[in-house]
T-cell receptor
C-alpha cells in the first residue's frame, strides 16, 4: 500500500441500505477526513478525525457516521442511504489538522 | 461561514501562454492557502501552498497571496495541454475550505 486507498471504487446502492466506505492510509498520518464532491457544490467536509479515538463533524455530517479505531483506518458509514447521498466521496489525510492534506482516489456512490 | 470564491470558468488559454487563476476569500483569520489540481474523474492533488504575502514560485507555477485584499492567485507559465484540469483553491484556518474550482482548458 502506498498513500491512501479507498474501497469500493464505485457502488450502486438501493435507498435504505446500509453502506460503509473504507479508507486506509499507510503514511502514519494523525488526521483523516471524509469529503463529498458534487457538481456545482465543490468539496464539502463530512467528518474528520485529528487522532485515533477522536472524531468531529464537518460541514455536512447528517446521515453519516465515522469511527477511528486506529491510525490507519477511517471508515464512513451511511446507516440508511438516500438518493441525495449520491456523490463522489474522497478520503484524505494529513500529519495534523493544520497540515497539507493528501487525497485518496475516491468512491463513486449512486443511491437509487 | 468561510467563503472561498473562484470563477468557475472555463478559462481557455492557448498553449504557451500564462494562465491566471484567481481566488478570493472572506475569512481574514485564514493562515494557509492551497492550490489543488483535479483532472476529470480523479482526486485532487496538491500543487502549491502559501502562507506569507507575496509570491512563491515552483517551476512553472507561481502562487501569489495578498492578505490585505483577501485574494490568492495561481499563475501557470508556458501552459501545456496537460495543464487542462480543474484548479481548486482552499484555505485553512481550522478546517480546509474549498472553492468550487476553475476549469482550465489549454488549447494546442
Amino acid at each position: 500500500i502506498a498513500g491512501i486507498t479507498q474501497a469500493p471504487t464505485s457502488q450502486i446502492l438501493a435507498a435504505g441500505r446500509r453502506m460503509t466506505l473504507r479508507c486506509t492510509q499507510d503514511m502514519r498520518h494523525n488526521a483523516m477526513y471524509w469529503y463529498r464532491q458534487d457538481l456545482g457544490l465543490g468539496l464539502r467536509l463530512i467528518h474528520y478525525s485529528n487522532t485515533a479515538g477522536t472524531t468531529g463533524k464537518g460541514e455536512v455530517p447528517d446521515g453519516y457516521s465515522v469511527s477511528r479505531a486506529n491510525t490507519d483506518d477511517f471508515p464512513l458509514t451511511l446507516a440508511s442511504a438516500v438518493p441525495s447521498q449520491t456523490s463522489v466521496y474522497f478520503c484524505a489525510s494529513s500529519d495534523s489538522l493544520g497540515d497539507t492534506q493528501y487525497f485518496g482516489p475516491g468512491t463513486r456512490l449512486t443511491v437509487l | 461561514q468561510k467563503e472561498v470564491e473562484q470563477n468557475s470558468g472555463p478559462l481557455s488559454v492557448p498553449e504557451g501562454a500564462i494562465a491566471s487563476l484567481n481566488c478570493t476569500y472572506s475569512d481574514r483569520g485564514s493562515q494557509s492557502f492551497f492550490w489543488y489540481r483535479q483532472y476529470s474523474g480523479k482526486s485532487p492533488e496538491l500543487i502549491m501552498f502559501i502562507y506569507s504575502n507575496g509570491d512563491k514560485e515552483d517551476g512553472r507555477f507561481t502562487a501569489q497571496l495578498n492578505k490585505a485584499s483577501q485574494y490568492v492567485s495561481l499563475l501557470i507559465r508556458d501552459s501545456q495541454p496537460s495543464d487542462s484540469a480543474t484548479y481548486l483553491c482552499a484555505l485553512l484556518s481550522y478546517q480546509l475550505t474549498f472553492g468550487k474550482g476553475t476549469k482550465l482548458s489549454v488549447i494546442p
